[in-house]
């Protein structure tokens, strides 16, 4: 097994590095990549929808940014111990109307030793927003090649 620094037990100073590099991950937008921080047998919940493994991570954040059209997310550590880790989001993004929404959530972390993800449970909320209310308006960064 690969490792992922920064490994668990988690301070402090390694738990926020852990919160910055997942919100770097995710706002490449590239399933592949995000998919990398977690292990082979990764369980998730996200919103309604449970998925175990890569593979159907991968297939989940595809469907997830076919239709969250220019999406921009923000993690704040929120607690830590161990190798658990607990933060709050908040995303922006639009649909194919048109239509932007901001959504609020919270995720649960818990780390193999090796300092890949191997459980994510993400509780998520959308919010209907005016264009004029984003609050995120950075460019979209490329992934790498």
Known sequence: MNARPPLPPFTEETARQKVQLAEDAWNSRDPERV??????????????????????????????WARELDYRLRKELWAFSGNRIAVRFEYEFHDEAGQWWRAHGNE????????????????????RIAECDRKFRWERLEPAA
């Open 35 to 64: 998919a990398l921080a977690y292990t082979e047998d990764s369980e998730w919940r996200n919103r309604s929808e449970f998925v175990n493994g890569r593979p159907a991570i991968i297939e989940l954040l595809r469907r997830k």
């Open 108 to 127: 649960n972390w818990e780390f193999a030793a090796n300092g890949l993800m191997q459980r994510r449970f993400a509780s998520i909320n959308d919010v």
